[in-house]
């Protein structure tokens, strides 16, 4: 009989190692990988370097800018012991040695990280304070990494407070929260504090083509750039996306394109923003609107599109002050924003970010948003027909007639421009009024009946040398009176005439005057025998009316 065959064990399939995502694998494990945060760096490797390490640290910034990344850096520089065991603390840990290895994997025993948002009572604070009593087991420091810290109850902090500000030699607190102004300034006040800036967009960019080199993907520098400002200076966001972009990619067979990245984040083309900002600046009103239902019919939100052409405007307003170009902005887009920036005028762009936001707003609370955007697109329209008031206070000042719309300023882009619009040949203006009645009179024969009455009662003239006029302000006048008035004889007669105030009394208004005039009329009708001898008789009786031939001197 022969002895069977020993085989062994049949052959395994290879264990799946489970997918880290990109947000997870290139975290920073150096401060030298910390992008956009060189000034907290500086510090802290000067604090290290003099010895001078605060007892609690607070991060604060926005969501991805790499708070718990540094606050485990940190943790790592105060108790590196370098490969040789004998180093001491240092800015750039060597990521060897135990405790470096074991900080990176979240397995220190001496480094513990507790959520706020999960632990927020006083009782899991208390837990920190007793066990903070006891020296580190292995470590140098034990370290507290309290993440959200904004998010701990009152009687929390407050429990914290006095651990917080004599803690033991051995013990360092690490803080990260996105809402400081949660945090009492009592704690505050305790803490070293460090605020994260937002990665700006080029640096951002630059990080996420290096992730894309290291895991073998090609990406279009469009798609990253798009990515970056989609990230909003959160390098963890902006990495989710780009994580998100590559398995689209996939799927798709190719690499990372900016065509893709648009469609997989909703956002509109940029050139089709560009082609909408040319319908809205020409008043093609029938134009902007086919295009804004184009955007919406390829599943572009409205409110997106309203926020693209804000940054048109703002974009444009930047290349008009001369700032120096964007790297990720494509040519062609800069050439429009130059043309544009040339035709507009400051105040024409800062009136289209108003009437767009307003838009903007609108669209986000609006029930119907496509609806609400193209209401808004109409009033920008429409508002851009209108005369610019810069270039009417500057008629007004030269004494020149009101400027009616015309053609050329019609568009936005041509009433906006700057340049002197053409005006229709003006009539010869009719002589002023000899005196302020006149004004009055005149004012009723323009249709301004409101600015008539109001003269009325409460115009007291002091001066009248057409075309000066002087008002008395030793009883108040109507807030807008002045202006009111000067802009009403502009229209009715065509000059500029000044009117101002002065603290003499004045004549009497018209209504003041016709009081007087009646009051004078009725002592002299109480004054004449029949009616004073019927008034003697009848003490209580009262004149309520009279006709008489007698007219006033008054």
Request: aromatic share 4%.
């Amino acid at each position: 009989m022969t002895d069977s065959l020993d085989l062994g064990e049949p052959p395994q399939p290879a264990k799946a190692q489970a997918y880290r995502v990109l947000a997870r694998k290139y975290r920073p494990q150096t401060f030298s990988e910390l992008i956009g945060q060189d000034a907290m760096v500086t510090t802290l490797a000067n604090a290290i370097k003099r010895g001078r390490l605060a007892h609690a640290f607070l991060l604060t910034g926005v969501r991805g800018v790499g708070k718990t990344s540094t606050a485990r850096l940190i943790a790592k520089a105060l108790n590196c012991i370098g490969p040789d065991g004998e180093g001491g603390p240092t800015i750039d840990p060597c990521g060897v040695c135990e405790p470096c290895r074991a900080i990176a994997e979240g397995r220190h025993i001496d480094v513990i990280e507790m959520d706020a948002a999960s632990h927020t009572g006083v009782d899991d604070v208390r837990e920190i304070i007793d066990a903070s009593r006891y020296s580190a087991v292995s470590a140098r420091y034990k370290i507290y990494i309290i993440d959200e810290v904004h998010m701990l109850s009152k009687n929390a902090f407050n429990a914290l407070l006095k651990t917080l500000e004599e803690p033991p030699e051995h013990v360092k607190f690490l803080f990260a929260t996105t809402e400081v102004n949660k945090v009492p300034v009592t704690v505050l006040s305790r803490c070293q504090r460090f605020d994260l800036r937002r990665i700006s967009t080029d640096k951002l960019g630059a990080h996420f083509a290096w992730v894309a080199e290291q895991e073998g993907v090609e990406a279009e520098p469009e798609a990253l750039a798009l990515i970056a400002r989609a990230a909003e200076g959160s390098a963890r966001d902006g990495l989710s996306i780009l994580d998100q972009a590559i398995a689209h990619a996939g799927m798709e067979g190719g690499g990372v394109s900016a065509e893709a990245v648009r469609q997989m984040l909703g956002l509109s083309d940029r050139g089709a923003m560009r082609e909408l900002m040319g319908l809205v600046l020409a008043a093609d009103a029938p134009g902007a609107l086919a295009a804004l239902r184009r955007q919406y019919d390829y599943g572009v939100d409205p409110q997106a599109v309203l926020r693209a052409l804000l940054e048109t405007v703002h974009g444009i307003t930047l290349v008009k002050l001369g700032t120096p170009p964007d790297p990720a902005q494509p040519a062609e887009e800069r050439h429009g924003y130059e043309e544009w920036g040339s035709k507009l005028s400051f105040p024409a762009l800062h009136r289209l970010w108003q009437l767009l936001l307003k838009g903007h707003d609108e669209v986000a609370r609006a029930s119907l948003p496509i609806e609400a955007a193209e209401m808004a697109l109409l009033r920008v329209i429409h508002a851009s027909s209108l005369p610019d008031p810069g270039e009417l206070a500057r008629r007004m000042e030269k004494g020149e007639g009101p400027l009616a719309p015309t053609a050329a300023s019609t568009p936005a882009a041509a009433s906006a421009s700057g340049a002197e619009p053409s005006a229709a040949a003006e009539e010869e203006p009719p002589a002023p009024p000899a005196d302020f009645d006149g004004v009055i009179a005149l004012l009723d024969g323009d249709g301004q009946i409101a600015l008539s009455e109001k003269l009325k009662i409460s115009a007291r003239v002091v001066a009248y040398e057409p075309p000066d006029i002087v008002l008395s302000s030793a009883k108040p006048l109507p807030a807008d009176l002045v202006a009111d008035l000067t802009a009403g004889l502009l229209r009715a007669t065509g000059q500029r005439w000044k009117v101002t105030t002065n603290d003499a009394p004045g004549a009497p208004s018209v209504r003041e005057a016709e009081a007087k005039q009646k009051a004078d009329e009725l002592d002299w009708v109480k004054a004449t025998p029949v009616v004073k001898a019927a008034l003697d008789a009848f003490p209580e009786a009262e004149v309520t009316a009279w006709e008489t031939n007698r007219r006033s001197e008054a």
